[in-house]
């Protein structure tokens, strides 16, 4: 289905079918390339606009960066442009120099040129989507730009970016190519050096793929060629950059999802060997979610083992990824060797250009020989690491209790929790948001009875698919694991990474967990990824991006122990993980004597202390994160989870170790302990969705109004299922004011899904007859401003981690409500805003905006543009997200958008969401 789409010898219908079916087996980036890590870019944008499509390049040593911004918002369909007040739309340009490590080491306006004519259109002003390039030993970059004709051509203008003074295009022309007047999009820079001793490099580019049409720096065709493969429609990208003998790009292909009315894009790299010919493809895939995603730069990263990849999100947000150069090679399909190729592609040579060896000015990378790369490194660190042990001086011992001196004091749950937070926020920037697309999981499992029923496998890896994780189980007998698949599972043979007979000799001469800890290494190195035990119940994704990870365990030093190799992260051909794969096979080998642990913690704690893996150590984080209950605290799993409140509530608890060789596993019913619940992770752990509507309230599908507003606050929420501590809502129950019901469902609702969170409620009614541990509530009157005081004086500042605004729905209370409130939530929290679609009668809309129209301008324009009265605009620099959701009811009775809205407070850098 994947290469059908390219086929050029089926019909029209069929190959435009399977092109259209793509959208449903696209794979984003991360799952196709494990070492592809993306970040913002973090440029600030002038007030006004944003940032939008950005080209990353090299220009000698250097990494550069352009910058476009845009006055304008992309409706939510991605096909409408809205500016403030209908003004023009509008590119401001900047150029960005960036570290090694891709910070911002400085940034500038790239101004228009002096002799720029006045505009002859000016509904769209300014060069848009610029691709930079090195040329001439100076930096260019090629524009479309649309005022230089009444009509509003899209034409392509090179330009040289001239930093002698202030930062301005000069040396600007338009390109004008033979043919038709068609608009001119997306030309694809590829700057050829001459031949030797021929003179200066050549400036061309990719006009199109399908027919392959080269024109030089003036527009004129060089030549044309047709691809083996149908390509119309590939869109140009990014630059061309020296790759594997040829050249590489990134192009992009766009769907409309007529269902959805909404467009899509999808990327591929394609390879161009020296005579221009497109011969490698790679299947598609999207960067960060299917949508609106537009890649304009690629570079070679300057330690020539990586690329740069520049995107933009929604036009509205700009990204900068890593990715291993071996991963994308392997990405790249032959493609007369595809189903679609032809070997045979006719050339029609207009006028010939001359080719040459690989540059090596302006930041083009020289190919690199093909034995150079991580496993010569990794062999050598295994040789150099086979008598790994101390660092210097230090033993393994006193470097980790000095690398997490909290290990010195592990007997309170509560003290080792907050002593060992400031040690793991340097996790925060590797991982991504809500739709970063998750890291595979690889597992490994052999059945070893026909008996068994395999009930914490099944748990295990159910919960890893319930997070949205892909999960590969391996097994020298995967026909027994077939069971395992209708849960979404794949099944894989292990014999595709060790020989069988390697697993039957090691088995044999110690027990199957001292094979998983070697089986890991290998695993990883080849493939990279996630590596879970097969008794890790996952509670939520875990959107790890970085390089590695390693998590510690509280107790075990005695032995050694330090580094519990349950869960490891690696990218693929890591040289660590080549290397303690060679030392565990070798001491294997080696030794008599085979304890539990020796090619496990011991190995990787000593390997992480010893020179060899010292720079691991940055990737080694506490235990909280998926051990926070200790081996040797199995007790408390026969606990409920009420009475875990200081091992369990913390954000950074993703995942939760059962340690399964010490702990029997068994089903139980309703207040069961924590082990029963956790054996039945989807019984147990309900979305909060499903948990609604079990429950008397207008929140789920099916009661009342049916607003169906928990699919929201379980997107938004649910990872914080175990550390939220305290949640407010104002308005709790009119139905128990008014006489005719005996609860509070929303409290039971967020109490049955939040185990340790304190319910507080704000109503007109007195509540304080339900007050416990878990509830309090306070009497308090939305449109009185002593009364909201009154109750925010009895909270601390930033004490809530959610507040819930379901009350009088007026928008002078709301708004008051939301001036005096926000102050008492937590940096990284939520206030939501329900109903509001509904206004009691009496309100003055000369005197008060609607709530719903304010903050639809603080999101769009920063601060409100109608009357602000009540000052709300004074907050919208605490504003990280202004995001806004239907109500199904409103939607289905009025076709009324947008009835709640949800504002996330900024945070500082390290908060975990």
């Known amino acids: 289905m994947l290469f059908r789409s390219l086929n050029r010898t089926i019909g029209d219908g069929p190959r435009e079918l399977a092109w259209s079916n793509l959208f449903f087996y696209v794979q984003p980036a991360k799952t196709m390339m494990p070492s592809f890590s993306a970040r913002p870019v973090g440029f600030t944008a002038p007030d006004g606009y944003r940032p939008s499509n950005p080209s990353v390049a090299r220009l000698g040593d250097q990494i550069v960066f352009l ?114 007047r068609v608009h001119e999009k ?68 766009v769907q409309w999802r007529t269902a959805e009315k909404r467009r899509y894009y999808l990327h591929r790299f394609v390879w161009f060997d020296e005579a221009d010919t497109l011969r490698k493809v790679s299947r598609p895939f999207f960067f960060d979610k299917k949508g609106v995603e537009f890649a304009a730069g690629l570079a070679w990263h300057p330690d020539e083992r990586q690329l740069l990849i520049s995107y933009s999100i929604t ?22 060797g595809l189903p679609s190729g032809l070997a045979d592609t006719a050339s029609r040579l207009t006028s010939a250009g001359g080719h040459s060896s690989t540059p090596t000015k302006a930041g083009v990378k020289p190919e690199r020989a093909e034995d150079d790369g991580a496993m010569c490194d990794a062999s050598q660190t295994a040789s150099e690491g086979k008598d790994v042990g101390a660092s210097g001086i230090k033993s393994t011992d006193e470097i980790f209790h000095d690398l997490a001196p909290f ?65 590969r189980v391996w097994s020298y007998a995967p026909e027994k694991l077939e ?40 695993l990883l190195y080849e493939h990279g990824g996630l590596w879970m035990d097969c008794d890790v119940i996952l509670l939520r994704p875990f959107p790890f991006r970085g390089d590695h990870f390693f998590n510690l365990q509280w107790r075990g030093s005695h032995k050694g122990h330090f580094v519990c190799g349950n869960i490891i992260y690696a990218k693929p051909y890591s040289r660590h993980l080549r290397a303690l794969y060679e030392m565990s096979i070798s001491r294997f080998h080696d030794t008599s004597g085979k304890e539990f642990g020796d090619i496990g913690p011991k190995l990787l704690s000593d390997y992480i202390a010893s020179d060899a893996g010292a720079e691991l150590r940055e990737w080694v984080f506490s235990p909280m994160f998926f051990n ?25 608890v993703f995942g939760i170790h059962l340690w399964t060789a010490r702990n029997e596993a068994r089903p139980g019913g309703e207040g069961a302990p924590l082990i029963s619940t956790l054996i039945s992770p989807l019984e147990s752990f309900p979305t909060f969705t499903s948990l609604a509507d079990r429950f008397n309230t207008d929140k789920n599908r099916h009661t009342g109004n049916r607003h169906a507003y928990a699919r929201i606050y379980d997107r938004l929420l649910s990872s914080r299922k175990l550390s939220m501590r305290r949640l407010m809502e104002i308005g709790l129950c009119r139905g128990l004011a008014e006489g005719n019901q005996t609860e509070t469902p929303s409290v039971s609702l967020w109490q049955s899904y939040f185990p340790f969170c304190q319910v507080v409620g704000v109503d007109l009614t007195d509540f304080s007859q339900l007050n416990n541990e878990r509830f309090k ?114 939607l289905n009775r009025a076709k009324l958008t947008g009835g709640l809205v949800a504002i996330r407070k900024r945070a500082e850098t390290g908060h975990l969401r």
């Open 186 to 253: 997306n030309w694809m820079p590829h700057v050829k050096p001459g031949k030797t001793g021929a003179g200066a490099e050549t400036l061309r580019f990719i006009y199109l793929c399908d027919p392959t049409r080269i024109v030089d720096e003036q527009g004129a065709t060089l030549s044309e060629t047709s691809p083996a493969i149908a390509a119309q429609s590939f869109r140009g990208g990014t630059q061309l950059i020296a790759f594997a003998g040829g050249w590489l790009a990134l192009i992009h292909e």
């Open 67 to 180: 910058q476009r911004t845009v006055n304008y918002t992309l409706a939510e369909d991605n096909l409408q442009y809205d500016t403030p007040g209908g003004a023009p739309v509008h590119t401001r340009n900047f150029l960005l120099r960036l570290s090694d490590e891709l910070a911002i080491q400085s940034a500038s306006e790239i101004l228009p040129p002096v002799d720029m004519p006045d505009p002859a259109n000016g509904r769209v002003l300014g060069f848009e989507d610029m691709r930079l390039f090195g040329w001439r030993d100076a930096l260019w970059g090629v524009s479309c730009v649309r005022e230089l004709t009444e009509e509003g051509w899209c034409e392509q203008v090179v330009a040289r970016i001239d930093e002698s003074g202030a930062c301005r295009l000069t040396d600007w022309r338009v390109l004008h190519p033979t043919g038709p």
């Open 483 to 522: 069971f395992i698949v209708a849960h979404g599972v794949e099944v894989r043979n292990a014999d595709d990474v060790m020989p069988r007979a390697l697993f039957e000799r090691i088995v044999a001469g110690s027990e199957i967990r001292y094979f998983s800890d070697i089986f890991r290494y290998a």
């Open 777 to 890: 509530s306070f009497v308090g009157d939305q449109s009185k401003l002593d009364d909201l005081r009154g109750v925010a004086a009895k909270l601390d500042l930033g004490s809530l981690d959610v507040i819930i605004d379901d009350g009088s729905h007026a928008s002078f209370d709301e708004q008051l409500t939301l001036r005096e409130f926000f102050p008492l939530l937590a940096e990284g929290g939520w206030y939501f805003l329900e109903d509001l679609d509904w206004q009691p009668p009496g309100e003055d809309a000369a005197k008060i905006t609607l709530t719903k129209n304010l903050l639809r301008e603080i999101q769009q324009h920063g601060s409100a543009r109608s009357i602000d009265p009540l000052g709300v605009s004074a907050l919208a620099g605490q504003f990280a997200e202004v995001l806004f959701f239907d109500s199904h009811y409103e």
């Open 628 to 652: 926070t209950i200790d081996w040797n605290e199995i007790d408390r799993f026969e606990k409920p989870i009420t009475e875990l409140a200081d091992y369990l509530s913390d954000e950074r």
């Open 315 to 336: 036009d509205s947000q700009s990204w900068i990824a890593t990715v291993e150069e071996a991963e994308v090679r392997s990405l790249l399909e032959d493609v007369d």
């Open 407 to 471: 290990l010195r004091d592990v007997d309170s749950p509560l003290e080792r929790r907050e002593r060992s937070r400031q040690f793991d926020t340097r996790i925060s920037p590797f991982l991504g948001g809500d739709d970063t697309a998750l890291p595979q999981i690889n597992c490994f499992y052999q059945v070893m009875s026909d008996k068994a029923e395999h009930r914490t496998m099944i748990a295990a890896t159910t919960s890893m698919r319930a997070a949205g994780h892909p999960v």
